[in-house]
């Protein structure tokens, strides 16, 4: 039996575009015909491609963007904290929509995006597909891949955790919004993935953070930034 969040809705004009996705997607996501569930998020495929639906009504889609189509932040904090350059290996370990995999990707790095969530994953793995940029993406509980399963282990390894919750009202952007409501808030097992990745990371780790958020452990240094902040740990013996 399926995770009924890997399950993909679709109506009648959209049924070649529902299996051609579907086939790209790790074994365990189904395809069923028709309309939405009445509740909860799932996944949708109209003919307009692969969207989120919550109880049918509220949409979230990623619009299509060229693989070359942004700026290229070589200097940017996430850039720098990462060292990047060409072929790098990054494990992406927290994927999310993989805005900041995608980035690194298209810096030149070799990225692979691991993802737990089914209903995250699939929207990962279709932005991925369709903007062009070359990246490999897993839908895993990332300590399975630190290591990896043949002892694949990486330049960096990158830590992107779910901010705890605060008692800020202002609204996030649309695409946390959607992202909270699917997975919920903060990382109960952040300190654990930390030393997995430690231990897998050639050079080194990258861990965002609030910029005025505590830091799990003992960084051994960071790269400041207005909003968000990189911490970074050397790898362990
Ligand atoms: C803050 S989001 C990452 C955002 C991402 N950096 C981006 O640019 O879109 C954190 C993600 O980590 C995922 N996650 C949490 N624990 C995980 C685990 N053990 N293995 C893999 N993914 C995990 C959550 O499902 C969530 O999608």
């Avoid at 969040?5 to 070649?16: C, K, R, V």
């Avoid at 960084?219 to 790898?235: A, K, L, S």
Wanted: charged share 25%.
């Amino acid at each position: 039996m399926p995770d009924p969040g890997g399950i993909i809705y679709f109506d009648a004009s959209a049924e070649t575009l529902a299996r051609e996705i579907a086939q790209r997607l790790p074994d365990g996501f189904a395809l069923a015909s028709g309309a939405a569930p009445a509740g909860g998020w799932c996944l949708f495929v109209d003919r307009n491609g692969l969207t989120l639906r919550d109880g049918g009504n509220a949409r979230f889609r990623w619009p299509d963007e060229p693989a070359h189509g942004r700026r290229r932040a070589s200097r940017s904090a996430l850039a720098r904290a990462c060292a990047v350059g060409p072929g790098v290996r990054v494990l992406d370990a927290m994927a999310g929509w993989g805005t900041d995999g995608l980035a690194l990707a298209r810096l030149g790095c070799r990225v692979r995006m691991v993802e737990v969530n089914p209903l995250v994953f699939a929207m990962l793995d279709d932005r991925l597909h369709r903007s062009g940029v070359c990246a490999e993406t897993e839908l895993a509980d990332a300590r399975s891949w630190m290591p990896g399963p043949e002892g694949e282990r990486y330049d960096v390894v990158y830590l992107d955790p779910m901010f705890p919750a605060t008692n800020k009202t202002a609204l996030p952007a649309k695409p946390l919004q959607v992202l909270r409501e699917i997975v919920g808030e903060g990382t109960p097992d952040i300190s654990d993935l930390l030393q997995r990745a430690r231990r897998c990371a050639l050079s080194r780790v990258v861990m965002k953070q609030r910029a005025h958020g505590p830091a799990v452990g003992d960084p051994d240094w960071r790269i400041p930034g207005r909003t968000v902040r990189f911490d970074v740990y050397r790898p362990s013996a």
